[in-house]
């Protein structure tokens, strides 16, 4: 009983859900002799295992066998069935799949589920007994009572995370409103000021410096609401467009030679619907391989924002689009697909020479379909 309470005290020492779960691994070795020990943690479905925690086997041995069990055989069988069940000879057992190469030999087995709140979150698994043939009754009232306790050392773990994501949600939605309410309030009255001032100045050169102060106040009103928006926790339904179209872009990176530049302007995550993003992403990919393929470019820029309507802009700095006609057929074929994806969407496409060089595609689709 008290290498069972000393086993408990340390699994409820920490909250970190890894370090818990290979501690109650290894106190349950402890407690049995067992040789060793595993945590099986039960995928969502409950069909097999997510996630493995071992102890008692060298890193060589694990790295020779591979990949980790995923929940077949007689690992299996306590998923189907969560009750204790003990094995002086698992090879034995009916459900016995055999052990892949490089496995060493393993014999008595204990295995126990691993409940939280009532529902089974894994299972232990111990095996091999040492100076004793199999394990015992009392071994398994032990792992029995431990896994217990454990369960609740990880619902706490469980509590503490969503508590700890809660205060940084407040803590998110905290820094959003002082960004409205104080530092945005305060550009757009100077932006105001300035722009009383600016018809009673005589000088051109002033005037015109005070016009580009207030243009760039503009500008930083829009990217500071921009960062608002990313403050603001994402809409579930909607997917995260930012972080897809950071994905896209990435991945266009090798092609190209360097990461498209990319800005979001609105709250892009709560207001670009799923049927939107199935369009959008698509031609987001498309752009980026036409800007590879036919205009030689070195640089994309990548702008989406959201406002009346969702607005993809994407630019280069290449030949510009009439020396993109290399690949007449592909290039007509790509742009009609875009241009087929704004249209279902009751939006348009266009392609035009950018204001530097280059190319300027332009893909919008309203918020709500026409």
Request: glycine share 10%.
């Amino acid at each position: 009983m008290q290498a069972l309470l000393d086993a408990v005290l340390s699994i409820e020492s920490d909250l970190d859900l890894p370090k818990i779960l290979r501690r109650i691994t290894e106190a349950a070795c402890r407690l049995t002799g067992a040789r060793y020990g595993a945590l099986g943690v039960i995928d969502p479905d409950g069909s097999g295992l997510s996630d493995f925690i071992h102890v008692g086997m060298e890193e060589a041995v694990v790295e020779k066998i591979g990949d980790p069990p995923v929940g077949e055989g007689i690992l299996g069988v306590l998923i189907l069935d969560p009750r204790p069940l003990r094995s002086a000879d698992l090879t034995a057992h009916p459900d016995a799949c055999g052990f892949p190469p490089g496995h060493p030999p393993m014999r008595s087995f204990l295995g126990v589920p691993l409940a939280v709140r009532g529902e089974v979150f894994g299972n232990l698994y111990l095996t091999d007994k040492q100076g004793a043939a199999g394990f015992s009754a009392e071994d398994e009232s032990l792992v029995v009572a431990l896994a217990a306790a454990a369960g609740i050392a990880v619902n706490n773990s469980h509590m503490q995370l969503r508590l700890g994501a809660l205060r940084l949600a407040e803590e998110r939605e905290r820094i959003a409103r002082d960004l409205h309410d104080s530092v945005i309030q305060r550009l757009f009255a100077t932006g105001l000021s300035l722009q009383s001032v600016i018809p009673g100045i005589a000088d051109p050169g002033v005037r015109g410096r005070l016009e580009e102060a207030v243009s760039s106040l503009d500008d930083t009103i829009r990217e500071v609401r921009t960062t608002i928006f990313a403050l603001e926790p994402p809409s579930v339904a909607n997917g995260a467009i930012r972080s897809q179209v950071l994905r896209v872009c990435a991945e266009a990176a090798e092609s190209l030679g360097s990461e498209p530049e990319v800005r979001f302007v609105g709250a892009v995550d709560r207001q670009v619907t799923p049927a939107i993003a199935t369009q959008l992403l698509p031609t987001l990919r498309e752009a980026l391989s036409n800007v590879v393929r036919h205009s030689g470019a070195g640089h994309a820029e990548v702008e989406l924002s959201v406002g009346d309507e969702v607005r993809l802009r994407v630019t280069d700095d290449g030949s510009g689009p009439e020396m993109e006609a290399d690949g007449p057929e592909q290039r007509g074929r790509g742009l009609a697909n875009m241009a087929g994806r704004a249209a279902a969407l009751g939006g348009s496409m266009t392609l035009s020479a950018g204001r530097e060089g280059g190319a300027e595609l332009v893909w919008e689709v309203p918020l709500e379909p026409r």
